[in-house]
């Protein structure tokens, strides 16, 4: 069964930076198209961004400029690195591949206010 575990969120004011990392079982991080998504309450999972096998990430509009996707040197964990975070980003957030997998975490959550 796959499992992927989530870390690196807390309570920030506005305008502060967060760095999320994210392991799965089996080489899935390494070897899979891989995403960062989010949950706000009463909203629908988002796709916030993706990263490739092959490297080439994307943004969504809302976090473009502000949040990055990385894989490590090792390929083995999913970092979301976030700054000039908003209220507006304050969510539940997820890593699993993309498209994704039928199982998800237990997320990370992530609140941005002052």
């Known amino acids: 069964q796959v499992r992927f575990v989530e870390s690196g969120g807390d309570l920030v004011q506005p305008g502060g930076s967060l760095r999320l990392s994210c392991t799965a079982s089996g080489n899935i991080v390494s070897t899979y198209h891989m995403g960062w998504y989010r949950q706000a309450p009463g909203k629908q999972r988002e796709l916030v961004a993706a990263?490739?096998?092959?490297?080439?990430?994307t943004v969504a509009n809302s976090a473009k400029g502000r949040f990055a996707i990385s894989r490590s040197d090792d390929r083995n964990v999913l970092i979301l690195q976030m700054t000039n975070l908003k209220p507006e980003d304050s969510a539940i957030y997820y890593c699993?591949?993309?498209?994704?997998?039928?199982?998800w975490g237990q997320g990370t959550q992530v609140t941005v206010s002052s």
């Open positions: 699993n591949s993309l498209p994704s997998l039928e199982y």
């Open positions: 990263i490739r096998v092959g490297g080439d990430a």
